[in-house]
């Protein structure tokens, strides 16, 4: 096996389980989004969710604030820094890894 | 999981017309703008009342944005972001500044145009013609294309079509002009209605608005 595809296997693991990705993707074409959209885009519950967001977080992908919109509490998630370049990385090692297996 | 990944971006842009307050905001604003033509062509420009109007024309508009903005911020924060959640669009600086100067060369094609129709073709009220066409060239690439929903292309050709029709009229201007924009204000609100009521059957308010994790 080449040296090119055994990438495949330094590919993020925490980026690569799909709901993670799903989250990861929505939250990157917006500035943020709240619990419930992300709930609903997703169709995970919301015990999965949560699960989830608290692994990003923990890899400091994603940043959650609990603020207020008008009178309307919410729990906002958005996409750091490091997770847009995580994000970045893995989707270009995942197609280099198409290209080359093409 | 049903989600497309490359589809994502386009119904994350579509979630801001899902509940067609927009639309019927927009729709109060259109109206309200021929209502305000009309009300030129009654006066006159001689009249005072008209020259105000006239002269007032920026702040009106101004103003109706600003208030539109916070007017349909209001409402999405009572009816759409306890049902189906909240979302803050990322601001493109580059794509801002593209806008602006893409507005200021249609504002000057239209003033070219509107000048060239008035010339050749007297027998039209080429201000509502090119009126139809504008909006319609922004409903259907600002809003349709970016967004995929059928309606706004449906709303586009109406405008085209309405705009053509009543520049045949024969109507004076400021009748035919405010009449486009009254007509149109009633399509968006038809179009808004429709979508709010088919977004509030099928998305109840959770019975517990807790937005906690």
């Known amino acids: 096996m080449s040296n090119d595809l055994r990438r495949l296997t330094e590919l993020d693991r925490l980026i690569h389980e799909p709901a993670r990705l799903l989250i990861l993707t929505i939250l990157a074409s917006v500035a943020s989004a709240d619990f419930l959209f992300l709930q609903r885009e997703t169709g995970l519950t919301k015990g999965n969710l949560s699960a989830h967001l608290s692994k990003l977080e923990e890899a400091g992908y994603v940043k959650i604030e609990k603020t207020f919109k008008g009178k309307l509490p919410l729990t906002v998630c958005k996409l750091t820094a490091s997770g847009q370049k995580a994000l970045t990385q893995y989707r270009q090692q995942l197609q280099d890894f198409m290209d080359k297996t093409a | ?157 109406v405008s085209l079509v309405l705009g053509l029709g009543l520049s045949l009229s024969g109507l004076p201007n400021g009748y035919s002009l405010g009449l486009f924009y009254g007509l149109m204000g009633v399509c968006f609100f038809i179009s808004g209605g429709l979508t709010l009521r088919g977004y509030l059957k099928e998305n109840p308010l959770p019975a517990v608005t807790d937005n906690e994790q």
């Open chain 2, 1 to 157: 999981m049903e989600n497309n990944l490359s589809d994502v971006k386009q119904r994350v842009k579509r979630y801001w017309y899902t509940d067609g307050i927009g639309e019927l905001i927009g729709g109060g604003m259109f109206v309200l703008l021929g209502i305000y033509f009309a009300l030129q062509e009654v006066l006159g420009q001689n009249s005072t009342v008209g020259g105000i109007l006239q002269a007032s024309f920026a702040l009106l508009m101004i103003g109706g944005a600003f208030i539109s903005r916070r007017l349909v911020n209001s409402l999405k924060t009572r009816l759409t972001y306890p049902r189906t959640g909240y979302v803050e669009y990322q601001v493109n600086e580059r794509g801002m500044r593209w806008r602006r100067i893409l507005a200021m060369v249609l504002a000057f094609v239209i003033s070219a145009l509107t000048i060239v129709f008035v010339r050749l073709f007297q027998f039209f009220d080429s201000v509502v013609a090119v009126t139809g066409l504008i909006v319609a060239l922004i409903l259907v690439v600002l809003r349709a294309k970016s967004s995929g929903l059928a309606r706004f292309y449906v709303l586009g050709a």
